[in-house]
């Protein structure tokens, strides 16, 4: 990568996508938890309960972590988003700049 612009545009999109995909998953959480029946820990003992038993969905470890690779998936889908956003936009304004 000798281009530092498009270097810096991979950095900037990635972060910002990681950061704007958290940040919209836990305001849903926050304001559609009463229409939604439920937030993300709900789902997560649901599916730590469902794939370990109830004695595991009880377990606090077992459901943070089943949390924090959810939000971990998430963050990086939008990082992955965010990267090929900015990219795009890095070229179409280095196109437009010629």
Known sequence: MAD?????????????????????????DYFLSSSLQGTWRDAAVKDVTKMFGPSCGQNWFAVTLVLVFVMAFLAGFGAILGTVGAVIINRFFKFLLK
């Open 4 to 28: 530092k612009g498009l270097k810096k545009a991979i950095i900037i999109g990635a972060a910002l996508g990681a950061v704007l995909t958290l940040g919209v998953a836990l305001s849903m």
